[in-house]
């Protein structure tokens, strides 16, 4: 299995401002993924991270809003943009992996808890 | 594509009591399936996956799941909560590989003494 951490655990934000989370992996993955879970809900993808190309982002998801860097195989960022409070979850990082035509489970960083005032 | 239905929103035991969590797959068709779990203020963490391998799956925490075609039922047991198990499940269908796992509302389990 893999493990995930992420940077920032928390941030308190104000609004208008930017955060980037950073994600590290102990191992090379080829894709990672990003998802957002907001107070009392489920997890929503917000994009695909493959290194050495662009993200690929979920429907109601931009890349001005969310953009993403994947600079090597063990690393990725998530920058949240021009915040508002709507803004405030918590980010995970995920990572899999696999082939053919079975999925593999994914495994999870700890997550970035997010507020925004 | 696989989906699941988890046909509780919450559900509430006494310590020591089984716990069960109910979760639905539509297709049989090479399934495979996962269950996580998400400690209140922590990541998700995987408890047990189905790939075809055996019916039966054992997780961690004492946790297991029975796969059952006749009944498309993939559902969490576990034969004695403790307070630890309050958290929130998730049933997730497994997708091609390189694609995200999707998931759904899960189930929150709520233990009392």
């Known amino acids: 299995s893999a493990v995930i951490s992420q940077k920032p655990s928390r941030d308190i934000c104000q609004r208008g401002t930017s955060l980037t989370i950073q994600c590290q992996v102990d191992?090379?993955?080829?894709?990672m993924f990003w998802y957002r879970q907001q107070p009392g809900q489920s997890l929503t993808l917000i994009a695909t991270?493959?290194?050495?190309?662009?993200?690929?982002?979920e429907s109601g998801f931009v890349i001005d809003k969310f953009p993403i860097s994947r600079p090597n195989l063990t690393f990725s960022t998530l920058t949240v943009s021009n915040m508002s409070p709507e803004d405030s979850s918590i980010y995970l990082c995920?990572?899999?992996?696999?082939?053919?035509?079975?999925?593999?489970?994914?495994?999870f960083g700890p997550g970035t808890r997010l507020t925004v005032t | 594509a696989q989906s699941v239905t988890q046909l509780d929103s919450h559900v509430s035991v006494s310590e020591g009591t089984p716990v069960l969590l109910r979760c639905n797959y539509s297709?049989?068709?090479?399934?495979?399936l996962f269950w996580y779990v998400q400690h209140p203020n922590k990541g998700l963490q995987l408890l047990l996956k189905?790939?075809?391998?055996?019916?039966l799956v054992k997780g961690i925490n004492g946790f297991e799941a029975e796969f059952k075609k006749s009944e498309t039922s993939f559902h969490l047991t576990k034969p004695s909560a403790h307070m630890s198990d309050a958290a929130e499940y998730f049933c997730?269908?497994?997708?091609?590989?390189?694609?995200?796992?999707?998931f759904g509302k899960g189930t929150t389990l709520s233990v009392s003494s």
């Open positions: 995920s990572v899999g992996g696999g082939s053919g035509t079975v999925s593999y489970e994914q495994y």
């Open positions: 191992s090379q993955v080829t894709m």
């Open positions: 991270a493959n290194q050495g190309s662009e993200a690929t982002y």
């Open positions: 297709s049989s068709y090479s399934p495979s």
């Open positions: 189905y790939t075809s391998a055996a019916t």
């Open positions: 997730v269908p497994g997708r091609q590989a390189g694609t995200a796992l999707i």
